[in-house]
């Protein structure tokens, strides 16, 4: 006969829950169990693996708390781990076997993660321990990790257009039968206008947390974090209840802009139209199907003043993107990580970390992410993801920065994001062509030319825009990979018309500003 203290300990599990896996509807927490403990925890390893902008560990650690205080309050069993507990041993395999070896655990259970590293770090873990193990979906995405390289089976190009299209098909995501509501699929030319000069963009809704408390244990250690914060006014969403209430502010507010101006840049606008919910939506406050339902309902409610291609523009991004993104990231890492298609092998410009360049775009975007832990997707794309792949900069140091500086920053749709999209270092597995340009493209889409130190439109001497040079030296270094591209053709025929002493004028002026790329 089995007695009541023997069922017990046959019955005990241990359920890690990620600080990126706060999702409250996830079915873990559909009811309490007693034989069912959870653990949460603060650890160096996560603050450490790159150096993280403060903001992000603080949000982090904050929204985990949070969490952590819902579950108690809703009856769960819960250990949370604080970074400066004394049985904190920093890392998941130590404080795991350590709770193993302490409590009568029978089996130990995890969601999967998102990141290749932490997937490695625990299926290496469940091998070691003595006790049983098993992990569960995180129930977040619309995909699972396989779905899109399934979808592309056998294909040599991974077209994001013919995913999102799968994508809005199987989920019933503005359809009617399997046609697109409206009858078009894709609104993107609709989408790229520049805001009129005095335009006043709506005021963001930032919180006002006071977090000093974290920030107090975090300066204890000695974690090298980037940037600033204002820890008695944290502006981030640190809860589900934030989250939602940033969506709505979203929904009401911004959709019925963000797709004109999806693409726009304003100096010291930081937010725009923008929805800043990627943080909480990557730690999963909140999922993208809320999100989704959320902004497809405010279109319901108000057809004449929120335009289609406005919502059909956020909704590619995160059924479409963000959901490509991830499939990508598990299909081809961990090669993607080291991947270096253009060989560049250049430092990463010392101003990224201080934003203090004369060059009035890269200070704007740069300093607002060191402000905010924020840019906005072509900040990130045409700002400062151009001018590294301009200037040749290895992609692990521009991994690392991006990876770093921005709240919503996840290896899974930052490296793919960054290497791919950005950098091209994948050879054309996310872009079909890089993103670079000139000051042109810069001047057409923002407002930073006029008031810069440069000028856009001279592209030699003390004042030439460093846009301007940098962009035909690209092309001229990289003719043996690029100039088959049929998308990119075009540009090797004006290159190769310009007359010879313009062409080494340009090269002249790129090999300068690349030899003095700190003082720019
Ligand atoms: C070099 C580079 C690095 C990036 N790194 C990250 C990153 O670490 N984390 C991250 O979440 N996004 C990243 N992005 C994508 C995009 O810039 C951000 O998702 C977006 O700026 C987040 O702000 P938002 O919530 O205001 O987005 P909005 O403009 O309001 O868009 C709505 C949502 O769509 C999704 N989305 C939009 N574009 C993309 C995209 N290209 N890939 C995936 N999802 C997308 C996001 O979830 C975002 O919240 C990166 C883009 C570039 C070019
Ligand atoms: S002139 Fe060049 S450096 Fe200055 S803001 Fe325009 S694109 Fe940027």
Redesign the pocket.
């Known amino acids: 006969m089995i007695n009541a203290e023997a069922t017990n300990k046959m019955n005990k599990t241990l359920r890690l829950i990620l600080g990126d896996q706060l999702n409250s509807n996830h079915s873990w927490f559909s009811k309490t169990e007693d034989s069912v403990t959870y653990v949460m925890m603060e650890i160096r390893t996560e603050t450490d693996y790159v150096q993280h902008h403060v903001q992000k560990v603080v949000g982090i650690f904050a929204a985990m708390r949070s969490f952590a205080a819902e579950l108690k309050s809703n009856g769960h069993q819960l250990i949370y781990l604080q970074l400066n507990d004394e049985n904190n041993f920093q890392s998941f395999e130590k404080n795991i076997q350590n709770l193993i070896e302490t409590h009568p655990f029978t089996h130990f259970e995890y969601q999967l993660p998102d990141e290749f590293r932490v997937d490695e770090t625990l299926k290496a873990l469940c091998h070691s321990i003595s006790i049983t193990s098993s992990a569960v979906v995180s129930e977040h995405f619309y995909t699972n990790r396989n779905e899109l390289g399934d979808f592309f089976q056998g294909k040599k190009m991974f077209l994001m257009e013919n995913f999102y299209r799968a994508m809005r098909k199987k989920n019933g995501v503005l359809m009617e039968g399997d046609q697109p509501l409206t009858g078009q699929w894709n609104y993107d030319s609709d989408n790229r206008k520049k805001l009129p000069k005095d335009h006043k963009p709506t005021k963001p809704l930032v919180f006002d947390n006071n977090v000093s408390n974290i920030l107090e244990e975090i300066n204890k250690t000695n974690i090298k974090t980037i940037g600033i914060i204002d820890a008695e006014n944290f502006v981030w969403p640190i809860n589900r209840a934030q989250s939602l209430e940033l969506l709505d502010f979203f929904a009401t507010n911004c959709l019925p802009l963000f797709g004109s101006y999806q693409d726009a840049m304003m100096p010291n606008e930081w937010s725009l139209y923008h929805s800043r919910i990627s943080f909480s939506m990557n730690i999963k406050l909140i999922s993208p199907k809320e999100v989704i339902d959320r902004v497809i309902e405010e279109w319901k409610h108000r057809p004449n003043e929120i335009e289609f291609h406005q919502l059909e523009g956020f909704v590619r991004q995160i059924i479409g993107w963000r959901e490509y993104m991830r499939g990508i990231y598990w299909n081809k890492m961990p090669d993607y990580a080291a991947l270096n298609f253009f060989n560049n092998q250049a430092d990463l410009p010392s101003w990224y970390w201080t934003g203090k360049t004369k ?4 200070k704007d975007a740069i300093n607002q992410s060191l402000n905010y832990g924020y840019a906005h997707h072509i900040q990130r794309l045409m700002i400062t993801g151009n001018f590294a792949l301009l200037a040749g900069v290895h992609p692990n140091a521009i991994d690392a920065w991006y990876l770093g500086i921005y709240m919503d920053a996840f290896e899974w749709v930052e490296i793919t994001n960054t290497r791919g999209m950005s950098q091209f270092a994948d050879g054309g597995i996310v872009g079909t062509k890089p993103y670079v340009s000139s ?1 042109s493209y ?2 057409k889409m923002s407002h ?2 006029g008031s ?5 439109n001279i592209k030699t001497g003390d004042k030439a ?3 301007n040079s940098l962009y035909w030296n690209f092309y001229d270094k990289n003719e043996s990979k690029l100039a088959s591209n049929p998308r990119i053709g075009m540009m090797y025929n004006v290159w190769r018309k310009m007359k010879n002493e313009d062409k080494t004028a340009l090269l002249e002026q790129a090999d300068y500003y690349l030899n003095n790329i700190n003082e720019l």
């Open positions: 060059m009035n775009c890269l000051a810069i001047d930073y030319c810069c130190f440069y000028k856009k825009c460093p846009f």
